[in-house]
């Protein structure tokens, strides 16, 4: 590369580019959205969940207070195995 006093330094060949970036981001931002299904929907407006629901909750916290509660874990890695290779 040939450098001289006479060249332009203000030249520069990136200013370009720099300023077709700048320009083109605004028009690349989107906006988030989000999208609720129907039955989420009448979950939200009822506000209550459903009595069965609630007595098995019920139950589950009484078994783990308690100490009963047991888990299965061959039925947990089953369900974590067909969850992960379900494609």
């Known amino acids: 590369m ?4 006479n060249g332009n330094i203000s030249n520069n060949p990136y200013k370009h580019q720099l300023n077709k970036q700048t320009q083109q981001q605004p ?7 989000l999208e609720i299904s129907k039955k989420a929907l009448e ?6 969940a459903s009595t069965e629901r609630m007595e098995k909750i ?6 783990v207070q308690s100490g009963n509660y047991q888990v299965d874990a061959a039925k947990v890695a089953k369900k974590f195995y067909d969850f992960w290779t379900k494609s």
């Not at 028009?27 to 959205?33: L, R």
């Not at 019920?58 to 078994?63: A, F, P, V």
Request: aromatic residues 0%; proline residues 0%; hydrophobic residues 15%.
């Open 58 to 63: 019920e139950h589950l916290k009484n078994e």
């Open 43 to 48: 979950m939200q407006k009822s506000g209550k």
């Open 2 to 5: 040939k450098i001289n006093r």
């Open 27 to 33: 028009q690349q931002m989107k906006q988030d959205q």
